[in-house]
């Protein structure tokens, strides 16, 4: 279902949450589902959120801040790979910081591992600040890992999720 939020000082803003996948509602901020979206966008994009929200889309920079600077949050994420092989990975806490800082993936808790285990690999963005085509923050001296893999992330050093 589409949910409508709002925010203190926000415009209310609508997002999909699932309930099927992980047992209990879950905001979704990102979803991959087709190529009709292209995910190589420029911050100022990442910034306001795109797409559709209910085939692919990206909730926003600005929204996941607010959204994880109010109260505290986990983070659920949900992979299937071309061949249809299903995977997660739990986080007991998830922040991102403000656009002054870059938002900064500033959280991540305790990860929680278990069957269908996509292991522990997005610890490695953790203090990395957001990467996008025009906006280089991945720490790699010799790659612009936003452009390598045609898509922002809280990319470290090119190390991939």
Same mark, same amino acid.
């Given at each position: ?5 709002q925010?203190e000082g /926000?415009?209310p803003?609508?997002?999909? #949450?699932?309930?099927?996948l %992980?047992?209990?509602?879950? /905001? /979704? +901020?990102q979803?991959r589902?087709?190529?009709n *979206? ?5 911050? @100022?994009?990442y ?10 889309? $990206? *909730?926003?920079?600005?929204k996941l !801040?607010?959204?994880?600077s +109010?109260q505290? !949050?986990e983070?659920?994420?949900?992979? +299937?790979s $071309?061949e249809g092989?299903?995977?997660q %990975?739990?986080?007991?806490? $998830?922040?991102?910081?403000g656009? %002054?800082q870059g ?10 591992g278990?069957a269908?285990?996509a292991?522990d ?5 953790l ?5 996008t *085509? ?6 790699s001296?010799?790659?612009? #890992? @936003?452009? +390598?893999?045609h898509?922002?992330w809280w990319?470290?050093? #090119?190390s991939?999720?």
């Amino acid at each position: 279902s589409v949910q409508r939020v709002q925010l203190e000082g /926000m415009a209310p803003f609508r997002v999909p #949450c699932e309930s099927r996948l %992980a047992g209990r509602g879950w /905001m /979704m +901020v990102q979803q991959r589902t087709d190529n009709n *979206i292209d995910f190589e966008q420029n911050w @100022a994009t990442y910034r306001r959120g795109f797409g559709d929200l209910y085939g692919s889309f $990206f *909730i926003g920079l600005e929204k996941l !801040h607010r959204l994880t600077s +109010v109260q505290p !949050h986990e983070l659920y994420v949900h992979l +299937v790979s $071309f061949e249809g092989r299903t995977t997660q %990975a739990h986080y007991d806490r $998830f922040r991102v910081e403000g656009e %002054a800082q870059g938002y900064r993936l500033a959280e991540l808790g305790e990860y929680q591992g278990g069957a269908g285990d996509a292991g522990d690999a997005l610890s490695d963005s953790l203090g990395q600040q957001f990467s996008t *085509i025009d906006r280089d923050n991945d720490g790699s001296a010799s790659r612009h #890992c @936003a452009a +390598v893999y045609h898509g922002a992330w809280w990319h470290n050093n #090119c190390s991939q999720w």
